[in-house]
């Protein structure tokens, strides 16, 4: 296992880039997200995308009902969100890419985002919440939006 380099800063062609789809899970895949894992804990994070590690794919870590008993991480392999709640709020966001920065950002307070697992399994999970939220922002490191984007119009 390793700890993978963070790519940072706003105009950081890594961190803009929308990523590609992933076409195979295999070994070499598996290790990465292994090295993945091990960088987001390292930098006691909520979620992690391969974009942020160097590596445009669509892949993201995002760790799901973060500091209670039921804590999990979930692997998403090439994750769409295809539904929106039209109710949004907000809430101050970080990002691993973006040390000292903390924005508030509007997202939706509900979402479906399907995916595949590790496992090559079709996967669907309707969240809400801190949950919601973690995966919007992880999604939209593979497709190359930042936080700081919510805040360049207002």
Known sequence: ?????????????????KSTEVKKIDTKLKKFIDD??????SHEGIGLAAPQVGKNIRVVLVCLNPKTKNENTVVMINPEITYK?????????GCLSLPGIYLQVLRSKEIIVDFQS???QKQ??????INARIVQ???????????VDYHLNA
């Open 1 to 17: 296992m390793a700890i993978l380099s963070m790519q940072t800063g706003a105009d950081n062609p890594i961190l803009r880039k």
């Open 85 to 93: 709640s039209e109710e949004m709020y907000e809430a101050e966001e």
């Open 137 to 147: 922002h992880e999604v939209d490191h593979v497709n190359g939006i930042l936080i």
């Open 36 to 41: 993945m894992k091990d960088t987001l804990v």
């Open 118 to 120: 590790l496992k090559k």
């Open 124 to 129: 669907t999970l309707r969240l809400e919440g």
